[in-house]
């Protein structure tokens, strides 16, 4: 047998490997958590990596999955080899052409990274809903349930597809094997050359559309001949699993592991079976060897191909005595006899029986388990197999979960354990920033590459982007590791934060007599007293060894910043032993050298002295017999808190969401808003604290933050009554609105410590200007002062929303509904949705395409959009990621329908009502926040006499009544969605003439994805898929629609003119027809501080990279140029602009020459943007009169 | 005419090359340079201290943000390729090296040993003719003396001279004590070039925003006589070449930084303002006025202006202030 690399890679890795070295043509679009393998082929194929045939496969990203799809389709006709990636929703979009690619018998591998398709609520994680919606298109369907599987049927899958003519999708269960760690051994290249059969390469050439030898594909065909056609291709898949089994063989003969179509593990003669495919038959597979070693007779038959399904194949690998059989899917088919996998079973199984295959049908239970990567343990496997010991084996179980309303689940035992006693356990807990993951990545790669020990690597991530809590799963020992699940206990606790002490049981999976690791930020003497009592009692009963270091001291001594990880990296190899000590020093240091030598001696030489630093800073800390802390856990939600949060979100954010039952939960994926005021996490080191006296009253703090967290009021004196000591209230400099006092708060445990509204605060102390009128200090010595304060603040009386100006400084009077999200610090994203909540979020819907601003408006446990004290909010959703100006227009639609109907109403039942009001209700005007109170007072008015009327049509209005309030419905969403895959769509809408508003928070990135570049994406950057800097300009997506001559658009950027972004979304809602409002958003994949944002907008409007305009269709009609320039001239360069963020920097840093090049290209395109725009703005429209024309959009009744 | 001269050891057919600056970061302009006739191309300064914020700023941007959430593990591509400080200098030198056919004189940037003399020799290595050790730091701690500076420089010049086969010239500001006593040791280390002076970066205040700008200000002729001065003091004081930079903008400035001694003329604000061929006009205009003036070389002039040839050498010296009071008073 050959000598092989073994390599620690995830699955996503493993299995684009084999794809990109098979590969000439990869078409992709990213898309969690498959992205990576789309990542990884650009990658490769920048650095010059070539696939088996010596060429560099050509990388593609297109601005879908359906435009991956059909580009896929193409390069396939066309002759190449070709392979793409993708999951969920992307995956669905590709259907369509799927089934050309099969129906023409197409030689085609795509692999999916299996993901959850979003029904009640999106999710990110991992079951089999995605790839069940493929199982009718004819395309083979091949199973991975582990990372060295992902690697190798990846292989199996590009050779039998090559020689069946049957396109493969090959599948792996998103996160649990897509991101999983695992040490494998890697195919060659060799080996991949000796399974693909260069034959079946050629006949896929020769098939190959040529204009040499011209063929047609493509045709229509009619009612005579479409299904005979259509039957013509059965041999083709009536071949297939023969073929796959072959290579399956040769596969065994290269390397040693054999697979089968069905592989059947357990007792040789089992009664009980239990079927499934995917990561779950691993756990399955660890079960049954536990359980039959004791003798009881239970198998599992792990699927392998599920399509085409080969039933004589499958009969003959169930053990001839199996008499019942469990067959567990891990998606939900509602209203089917049965999930899919079951259905087939059912199937296969009568077929078999039919054939006499079998001699008897063995009494088949559906179970459904692992939606959206639910755990799926041994204790659950034991629970299957215990129903199926039964007399009467339960029938439509689901296993995991408690389902106390239709009672589907079966019970379980939590603490059944299976797990081999010599599997080395460790769990770290930290946060994203401290470099945990990675360190821990680092680990396993050591302790698999220098160890003959099997490694695998889990990582938990947070559901928020700042202050993100990671928890990292390690296991490594002699026996190959098939736990596909988190660990429940382990020898080895870190925790790398000392604050997430009070907010998790962070040693609930400490065995007794482990190792307790901890960064504590206090001398070794005073680490004990600082445990919260639970935390001690816990130590002191399960005797655990507690060690300490204060990392955060030594790699700032040592220049490390906030980066703890190679510190904490060393403390772990230094007390588990797991390697000799200096051995496991010298691989890190090696680790290091390898990833950052390349990148500058200095990172490298700080990251040396931190290690070197650190055993002498690691202590071990001596416990007492007894916990003596007095200091318990704080509670995780408030006692205010409704009852719903405290019963359902509390439990959620103290991440023990899993023991939710089924009736905690809406049945429909509708959620209250307004619950991130709930989940206070305290993530701020240091937050802002207000100095009156210097303070000039601008508020232009409050307007650029981007949790809400730093708040403006305006109140009359009186109110002060009762403020809590340290409350501070200043009297408010204003001519128009005298005698009212004035108070700037920030909410200490929501302020994530970003730094954005210190950097914008204009005012400077004159004695000493390097103090502002806030500075950040640190939190926690006032932290029991502000929190009085703020809730004093909270409760202090909103400012009358009619008399205060919409100016910068007056909006930031108005409550803002969109608070505390989850979004990073510094996020350029949210200060506008936040803007938007203040002006309009009482009337406000908001359709929102999937992206950041959909998982930190929507991703649970607690969401930002808020409600105000009459309860009235943003009501909010979000469909899917391409569809979303559609879904808004939808919105508009079914508002402008019930207002109609309410008017209809109206008018109907006028002579009932009095006269007055309904005049009132059908022509006043709503353009202004007094129009609008005015209605809703009508509308109040209008309930009261209705209340004395019968009738249906009463009841109707009563119903629609505030349908006769105007509602504003808003689009949001990122560049990926407006430029990219939305863009259709939004083009679409913005032709019509409907009153809808669109907000795109342009960060020029795919932001959720991790920096996928979009067409909005300027010139030079880098970004993924744009590795070398990107070639092309940057859409001008606002130029678009100006085209069309009725759709109001603004380009506005709130750091560079914070009063042009207000005026902009004020004319856009009030402009009666379509709006774009183009938002500059700075963002973490921009690569500098975040704090220095609205700083480097205005650089971008001051270079002419983002000119700020407002095109307005209403001006043209008055004789005036539409368009306005609101930026002046650009006197900085672009240069100026790029040297500041690393997406730019990259480039240079690679190609310092082509950079050059690329800079000098975008200074002039900036410079004839701009002259382009300059012209623009000096242009009217001529006004033709022509008879009978309707009157345009801005005379039009809303 | 005969323009030749000798700096550094170099035999140049004139004294006029760019100075230090970021005009040799493009190849293009480099070759305009080449075109424009400058005898000598001097690279800008690798600064040691920035090299090393950049990576540390760059590694903490690209990799804080990774690992913290599920959907993006990083947010940047990771080019396997990334060069980060000395060697996009390096390969930048060697592009120059491969682009023009004049010598190319390297410039390094930094207030300490450490890191150094790995750069420096690289850059020999790399094809530089000549060194040009950039020594400016704003010295501000207090428990630096003035010796402690001078000291530290002449170290790093011993031990680049030690290291190194190919000249170094050390650019100094004019704010010492004693320059030219500081001189005198430099050369006792090895010094083979002077440049006379830096400009740098001078903060100036902002009064209604209550800032600092850092702005770079072009330079004008009014600060030739600075460098005339020291050019002039110094030249029949040393034995190493010297290099006027700062205040050149026209053939007639030229014309006196040779009389007061200088062997090569630097500029930069002329050529940023004006274009690289604005080199050959000051080139042109010097011929111009040599005609005039009945030169026939440049050996003739240089140093004519020097202390010890002048007419008088104590406008030089003490007695220089009253004088120039007096002048202008009279004006």
């Not at chain 1, 049954?288 to 194949?313: I, T």
């Not at chain 1, 100026?1136 to 480039?1147: D, S």
């Not at chain 2, 690289?276 to 003739?300: G, K, N």
Request: aromatic content about 8%.
């Amino acid at each position: 047998m050959r000598k092989r690399s073994i390599v620690t890679v995830d699955g996503n890795e493993a299995a684009a490997s084999v794809a990109h070295r098979a590969s000439e043509v990869i078409a992709i679009y990213p898309i969690t958590p498959s992205s990576n393998m789309g990542e990884l082929a650009d990658e490769w194929s920048a650095a010059g990596r070539t696939n088996l045939w010596g060429t560099v496969p050509r990388v593609i990203e297109m601005q879908s999955e359906g435009g991956a799809a059909g580009a896929v389709h193409g390069a396939l006709q066309a002759g190449a080899l070709s392979t793409t990636f993708t999951a969920s929703q992307g995956l669905l979009l590709m259907i369509p052409n799927m089934y050309k690619i099969a129906g023409e018998l197409t030689p085609f591998c795509m692999h999916v990274a299996a993901r959850t398709v979003a029904t009640h609520a999106l999710s990110i994680f991992g079951d089999h809903s995605d790839v069940m919606a493929c199982r009718q298109i004819g395309f083979a369907m091949l199973a991975s349930g582990s990372v060295q599987e992902a690697h190798d049927l990846a292989a199996i899958a590009h050779a039998a597809t090559l020689r069946s003519r049957v396109p493969f999708l090959h599948f792996f269960d998103g996160f649990r094997t897509s991101h999983e760690v695992a040490k494998i051994e890697e195919l060659s290249d060799d080996d991949l050359r000796t399974l693909i059969d260069p034959e079946t390469i050629a006949a896929h050439r020769r098939r190959a559309l040529t204009p040499d030898r011209p063929v047609l594909r493509g045709t229509a065909q009619n009612p005579d001949t479409f299904f005979q056609a259509r039957e013509a291709g059965n041999r083709f898949y009536d071949a297939c699993p023969r073929t796959v089994a072959e290579v399956m063989e040769t596969f065994a003969l290269l390397t040693g592991r054999l697979y089968h179509l069905f592989d059947y593990v357990g007792h040789p003669e089992a009664e009980r079976v239990v079927v499934l495919m995917g990561s779950g038959a691993e756990a399955v597979h660890e079960t049954v060897d536990f359980l039959a070693a004791r003798g009881e007779r239970v198998g599992v038959l792990k699927v392998r191909l599920f399509r085409p399904f080969s039933v004589a194949d499958f009969a003959a690998a169930l053990p001839p005595t199996v008499q019942r059989i469990a067959v567990l899917d891990r998606t939900k088919e509602p209203g089917a006899v049965g999930d899919p996998l079951y259905l087939d079973v059912v199937a296969a199984l009568r077929e078999a029986r039919d054939a006499g295959r079998l001699q008897h049908l063995p009494r088949v239970v559906a179970g459904r388990y692992g939606l959206s990567s639910k755990e799926f343990t041994p204790g659950m496997v034991k629970a299957v197999f215990d129903t199926l010991a039964a007399d009467e084996p339960r029938h439509r179980f689901t296993v995991g979960i408690v389902d106390d309303v239709t009672h589907t689940s079966l019970p379980f035992d939590p603490a059944f354990d299976v797990e081999a006693g010599d599997t080395v356990r460790a769990i770290f807990w930290g946060l994203g920033a401290d470099g945990t993951v990675g360190a821990n990545k680092n680990s396993i790669k050591i302790i698999g590459e220098e160890t003959d020990h099997f490694a695998q690597g889990y990582f938990v991530y947070d559901s928020k982007k700042s202050g993100a809590v990671t928890v990292s799963h390690l296991r490594f020992g002699p026996r190959p590791i098939r736990s596909t699940y988190l660990l429940r206990r382990a020898s080895f606790v870190g925790c790398h934060q000392f604050g997430l002490l009070d907010r998790f049981e962070i040693l609930e999976t400490a065995e007794p007599g482990g190792v307790f690791l901890l960064n504590a930020p206090y001398p070794p003497e005073q680490v004990w007293d600082r445990l919260p009592r639970e935390v001690q009692q816990e130590v002191v009963e399960k005797r655990l060894r507690l060690y300490a270091i204060d990392a955060y001291r030594v790699a700032k001594e040592t220049g490390m910043g906030g980066r703890i990880n190679s510190i904490m990296q060393t403390c772990f190899f230094a007390i588990s032993g797991v390697l000799p000590k200096d051995e496991a020093i010298a691989r890190i240091k090696e680790a290091i050298e390898k990833t950052y030598g390349k990148k500058g001696r200095e990172v490298v030489e700080r990251n040396f002295a931190a290690i070197d630093a650190t055993l002498a800073n690691l202590h071990r800390i001596e416990t007492p017999l007894q916990a003596t802390a007095t200091r318990t856990r704080p509670p995780l939600v408030s006692e205010a808190a409704p009852d719903f949060v405290k019963r359902v979100t509390a439990v959620m954010i103290a991440g023990k969401g899993d023991l939710l039952p089924v009736s905690a939960f809406p049945p429909d994926g509708t959620w209250p808003t307004a619950t991130s005021k709930w989940e206070k996490r305290g993530i701020a080191l240091e937050m802002p604290l207000w100095d009156a006296p210097i303070c000039i009253q601008c508020n232009k703090c409050a307007l650029v933050c981007p949790h809400a967290a730093i708040r403006a009021k305006l109140y009359a004196p009186e109110a002060l009554l009762g403020a809590p000591e340290g409350f501070v209230a200043v009297d408010f400099k204003s001519r128009e609105l005298p005698g009212l006092k004035y108070t700037l708060q920030v909410a200490p445990d929501d302020c994530t410590g970003c730094n954005l509204c210190v950097a914008v605060c204009p005012a400077k102390d004159k004695k000493e200007p390097r103090r502002k009128a806030i500075n950040m200090e640190p939190r926690l010595p006032v932290l029991e002062r502000e929190r009085r304060s703020y809730d004093f603040f909270l409760s202090l009386p909103e400012f009358d929303r009619t008399s205060l100006p919409r100016d910068v400084k007056g909006t930031q009077f108005l409550e803002p509904l969109f608070e505390y999200s989850g979004a990073c610090a510094g996020c350029g994203e949210t200060p506008y949705l936040k803007l938007l909540s203040q002006l309009f979020g009482d009337r406000l819907l908001v359709a929102n395409a999937t992206g950041c601003s959909s998982i930190y408006g929507g991703n649970l446990p607690t969401t930002p959009w808020a409600v105000n004290r009459e309860g009235r909010g943003p009501a909010w959703s979000n469909s899917l990621f391409e569809d979303n100006a559609e879904f808004g227009l939808g919105m508009r639609l079914a508002l402008d329908s019930r207002a109609d109907q309410a008017r209809t109403l109206l008018r109907f039942l006028a002579p009932q009502l009095p006269t007055r009001l309904v005049d009132e209700l059908l022509a006043e005007d709503q353009s202004n926040e007094k129009g609008i109170r005015d209605q809703r007072e009508r509308v109040q008015a209008l309930r009261g006499a209705l209340g004395g009327l019968r009738g249906p049509e009463v009841a109707r209005l009563d119903l629609l009544a505030d349908d006769l309030v105007k509602k504003s419905v808003w689009i949001v969403g990122g560049d990926g969605w407006a430029y990219d895959i939305g863009f259709g769509g939004l083009d679409h809408v913005l032709s019509t003439r409907n009153d809808v508003n669109v907000l795109v928070l342009d960060t020029e990135v795919y932001s959720n994805t991790g920096g996928q570049q979009s067409k909005a994406t300027p010139l030079g950057a880098a970004a993924k898929f744009a590795a070398a800097g990107k070639e092309s300009g940057k859409k001008d997506l606002g130029m678009m629609p100006m085209s069309y001559g009725h759709v109001y658009v603004a380009h506005v950027a709130f750091g560079a003119k914070d009063s042009q972004t207000v005026q902009a979304l004020l004319e856009a809602e009030a402009y009666p027809g379509p709006a774009l409002v183009i938002a500059y958003s700075h963002c973490i994949a921009h690569g500098y501080d975040m704090a220095q944002g609205a700083e480097q907008q205005k650089l971008a409007a001051a270079s002419g990279i983002w000119p700020l305009y407002r095109f307005d269709p209403r001006r043209a009609a008055k004789g005036e140029p539409p368009l306005q320039l609101d930026s002046p001239e650009p006197k900085a360069s672009v240069r100026q602009y790029m040297r500041n963020e690393t997406r730019f920097r990259m480039v240079e840093k690679q190609d310092p020459e082509r950079f050059r090049h690329l800079l000098a290209r975008a200074e002039r395109q900036a410079r004839q943007r701009f002259a382009v725009y300059r012209q623009l703005a000096g242009l009217t429209i001529p006004q033709v009169a022509v008879e009978d024309e309707e009157p345009a959009l801005a005379t039009t009744e809303k | 005419m005969d323009l030749r001269t000798r700096y550094l050891g170099l035999d140049l057919p004139h004294p006029f090359m760019p100075g230090a600056s970021p005009l040799v970061d493009d190849l293009d302009t480099v070759k305009r340079l080449e075109d424009a006739g400058a005898s000598a191309i001097v690279m800008h300064s690798l600064f040691e201290e920035q090299i090393r914020r950049e990576q540390v700023a760059t590694f903490l941007h690209t990799e804080m943000h990774g690992e913290s959430y599920a959907e993006a593990l990083y947010y940047f591509p990771r080019p396997e390729s990334f060069r980060l400080g000395p060697e996009e200098y390096l390969a930048q030198l060697g592009r120059i090296k491969g682009t023009v056919r004049l010598p190319v004189i390297a410039s390094l940037n930094g207030t300490t040993l450490g890191g150094w003399l790995g750069y420096a020799r690289a850059m020999e290595q790399a094809g530089a003719d000549a060194l040009e050790l950039n020594v400016y730091a704003v010295p501000s701690a207090p428990e630096d003396s003035a010796a402690d500076i001078e000291n530290r420089t002449v170290e790093m010049l011993r031990a680049l001279k030690a290291a190194l086969g190919i000249p170094v010239a050390v650019k100094l500001s004019p704010f010492y004590t004693s320059l030219p006593h500081f001189v005198g040791r430099l050369e006792t280390a090895g010094l083979d070039g002077l440049v006379l002076f830096n400009r740098f970066y001078q903060p100036d205040i902002d009064p209604e925003n209550l800032d600092l700008n850092r702005e770079l200000r072009l330079s004008s002729s009014v600060e030739l006589p600075l460098r005339l001065q020291w050019l002039a003091l110094l030249k029949d004081r040393v034995r190493c070449s010297l290099a006027v930079t700062g205040g050149v903008h026209d053939g007639r400035d030229a014309v006196k930084a040779v009389m007061a001694g200088a062997d090569a003329v630097q500029m930069v604000s002329a050529l940023l303002r004006h274009g690289p061929s604005h080199l050959r006009r000051v080139r042109d205009e010097m011929i111009a006025w040599m005609y005039e003036h009945d030169y026939t070389s440049l050996a003739q002039m240089k140093g004519s202006m020097s202390r010890a040839s002048c007419p008088d050498p104590s406008v030089y010296e003490r007695a220089n202030y009253m004088l120039m009071l007096q002048s202008w008073e009279r004006a």
